[in-house]
């Protein structure tokens, strides 16, 4: 890197070395000639590449870090308005000031990408809709942008997911850069049709947000895409797979702990933990056997009894008064809608104080063991060992304990369906309570029964 007077005579005839990439002439006093001349500045110089192409640059120190930016070209700066522009932002950088601070970056700003529009579209649409449709957008779109849970616990560290988020995937690249091809390999990760769907319908939304709010002038490169065709199949029940399920619910068998006595040492720890950990397990299935049982005699809805507190049971008069219900509105008006009431078998009622006394300081019914003040999120541990059960189905699902209980009365139990209909929170609309009909074969039997004796046979 010479040092040399800078002249415009010697700006048009630089050229770079053999050899390298490019060369910087920093302005000196002493000359080619030899000759000390007033008026060279110091950090400014001409930078020539191997290609010909010249630019003067600046070289500086600011806020402890050594910094270079180019001035300009020499078709329009000379030496001696590059040496006065030097000058200014030399001043400005002893006064303190950056001088570089209002300098907008070109690229930046007309470089839109995937990264800063799931950003934008969760600070301005997705960060005030519904916790589940947050929790959908981060897992499909943008893991970066959910925030740390406020108690930290070892749970899922060691699962891994099968997918990338898009943002994970496209993050680096710009909005407008995408094609359907992109999306498409996107959602080939997805093994399962229901999935793939849900995360074309989050990155599809967020398409047609930036596309409405102008934020880029494309088509949605989601469109061609189809949603894959789900076929739905009942999870078919017998009645004796019922009978097991049952039995297990209301007449739960734990494991027994073997004693101690006689073992000493090493053996004797490794068997004292083995019983913590079969304590800590039974207490799980006990737990989750009570949310079983409440849901089985009550037809509801796993999430509205995550959400139920012990407020909301009148134990005495045995009814429920359900705050979050999905059907019956008793109002149109929001603020007249506050509950509806249904009245609750009493082994419901002796589940509720079971779960008081287990938790006699919480709100919820069925709290969080994390954070008693949220609702527990799943059962999924003690829901593995219950499948493993004689008797019990693999495909058994907490949402079937509904559709049996609505099945069993909807096969002459005497009970009108108009009735099973507005207790599930149906309005009333048996289409719908229908649907959850498994359809048993076994009430129908009378049928055919009936036809052969009249056929003689």
């Not at 082994?347 to 949220?374: C, G, I, M, N, Y």
Request: charged share 25%; net charge positive.
């Amino acid at each position: 890197m010479p040092k040399l007077y800078l002249t415009d005579t010697f700006v048009r005839s630089a050229k770079c070395p053999d050899g390298k990439f490019q060369e910087l002439f920093w302005d000196h006093p002493k000359g080619l000639d030899g000759q000390v001349r007033q008026g060279a500045v110091g950090g400014l110089g001409l930078r020539v590449t191997a290609e010909g192409a010249k630019a003067f640059v600046h070289t500086y120190r600011f806020d402890g870090k050594r910094r270079r930016v180019v001035l300009g070209v020499p078709g329009t700066l000379n030496v001696g308005s590059a040496r006065l522009l030097v000058q200014q932002r030399e001043s400005q950088i002893r006064a303190g000031e950056d001088p570089d601070a209002a300098k907008e970056d070109y690229q930046a700003k007309h470089t839109f990408l995937v990264s800063d529009l799931a950003r934008q579209f969760w600070e301005e649409h997705v960060s005030a809709l519904s916790a589940s449709h947050q929790t959908k957008y981060w897992s499909y779109v943008a893991t970066s942008l959910r925030p740390p849970p406020a108690v930290r616990t070892r749970r899922g560290r060691n699962m891994r997911r099968a997918y990338r988020d898009f943002e994970g995937l496209y993050g680096t690249r710009k909005v407008a850069d995408i094609k359907p091809t992109d999306v498409s390999a996107y959602l080939k990760q997805f093994q399962s049709p229901s999935t793939a769907n849900g995360a074309l319908r989050q990155v599809k939304a967020m398409f047609n947000w930036a596309i409405r709010m102008q934020l880029v002038d494309m088509r949605n490169p989601c469109s061609p895409m189809r949603p894959h065709k789900i076929i739905r199949r009942h999870r078919e029940y017998t009645p004796a797979q019922i009978k097991a399920i049952a039995r297990h619910i209301f007449a739960p068998v734990f494991d027994a702990q073997p004693p101690l006595t006689g073992l000493t040492g090493d053996a004797k720890r490794e068997q004292a933990l083995a019983n913590g950990r079969l304590t800590q397990q039974n207490a799980q299935m006990e737990e989750l056997c009570h949310f079983m049982g409440i849901l089985f005699l009550t037809m509801a809805r796993p999430n509205e009894l995550r959400h139920a507190e012990f407020a909301h049971f009148d134990l005495d008069q045995l009814i429920w008064h359900k705050h979050h219900t999905k059907g019956i509105k008793l109002s149109r008006a929001a603020y007249e809608y506050t509950y509806r009431s249904v009245p609750i078998h009493p082994k419901v009622a002796e589940l509720v104080r079971r779960q008081r006394s287990r938790w006699p300081d919480a709100d919820l019914v069925f709290p969080s063991h994390a954070d008693p003040t949220q609702p527990r999120d799943n059962f999924r541990k003690p829901l593995a060992r219950f499948k493993q059960l004689d008797g019990v189905p693999e495909h058994f699902q907490l949402y079937d304990l509904k559709r049996i209980a609505i099945s069993l009365m909807l096969v002459g139990q005497g009970v009108r369906r108009e009735d099973v209909s507005h207790y599930v929170d149906h309005k009333g609309n048996l289409e719908t309570t229908m649907i959850y009909d498994l359809g048993f074969v076994d009430p129908m039997r009378p049928v055919t029964d009936k036809l052969g004796q009249l056929l003689g046979v």
